[in-house]
């Protein structure tokens, strides 16, 4: 079954399905001379619609063409072909869906525990990441994974680019991922990075005690006003999970928050990884 191209073409199928109300499937078919089949592909986003098929929807739905823009734009954006389509066949469809949602955002909040985050990491510790990963054994495999996750990086130089506000637990940078010369390296990445326009990274030290964020590591991806609500997501060992209700989204938003305040400040955590680069063996 073909995978939609991004979360443009769900949120569209969604929209043209509360549109339709009442109507029977088979009844707004038969009025535009369409099959069911082709209906209930285009509501369930497994195909894309073109705009004079949308135009016609919208009209048989009483949809004022001045209200029109929204939708014909998630229509565009629906048929546009993801970049990341050439990597598909080695990633879960879980994974497939956060790729079309980071490329959407707008503002990303990532809290993590254990790694330094994908949208960072220099390539070397990406393959020693990926490479002790449960799930693949495969060279090939793990060379498309490789470049799927240098390939994401990309989202930080878009224009505009996303806010990048990232915490990571101190233990991030004392776990030698890849060995000593692969951790200098990447803490390197992260000293610079922690100074690029946009990108706020902050560092919670073991003396912050408990806090809002011990059982797991997230993100909250953010949208532009007035196209979707904010998206939880949490990575797990076989595939992504998605947390979308508002009520758990404020939770993790609450608990991002604590964690940023429990942080050092930016100027205090670029020192903390410059220090902990140097003290590396070599």
């Known amino acids: 079954m073909a995978r939609p191209t991004s979360t443009a073409r769900r949120e569209l199928g969604g929209e043209l399905r509360r549109l339709r109300g009442e109507r029977r499937a088979v009844d707004v078919a038969t009025a535009l001379g369409w099959s069911e089949s082709k209906l209930s592909r285009i509501e369930t986003a497994h195909t894309g619609i073109t705009e004079p098929d949308l135009d016609r929807l919208l009209t048989l739905y009483g949809v004022a063409v001045e209200d029109r823009g929204r ?45 330094v985050p994908g949208l960072l990491q220099t390539d070397e510790y990406a393959r020693a990441v990926i490479e002790t990963g449960a799930d693949i054994d495969d060279s090939a495999i793990i060379q498309r994974r490789l470049a799927l996750r240098m390939a994401r990086q990309s989202t930080l130089t878009r224009v505009p680019p996303p806010i990048l506000r990232i915490v990571l637990d101190e233990g991030v940078l004392l776990r030698q991922i890849g060995g000593p010369d692969v951790q200098r390296r990447q803490l390197g990445r992260l000293f610079e990075a922690s100074s690029r326009p946009g990108v706020e990274l902050t560092v919670l030290p073991f003396e912050a005690g408990a806090h809002a964020g011990l059982s797991e590591s997230f993100m909250v991806l953010e949208f532009a006003a007035g196209t979707r609500n904010p998206v939880v997501h949490i990575e797990g060992l076989t595939g992504g999970l998605f947390r979308v209700k508002p009520e758990e989204i404020d939770v993790y938003q609450d608990a991002f928050d604590d964690l940023q305040e429990r942080s050092l400040s930016p100027e205090d955590s670029r020192t903390v990884i410059a220090e902990t680069r140097e003290r590396l063996p070599r």
């Open 71 to 115: 939708l014909r734009d998630l229509a565009r954006r629906g048929r546009a072909r993801a970049w990341w389509t050439p990597y598909r066949s080695s990633v879960p469809d879980p994974y497939d869906e956060y790729l079309a949602l980071e490329a959407e955002a707008v503002r990303i909040s990532e809290w993590e525990t254990q790694i």
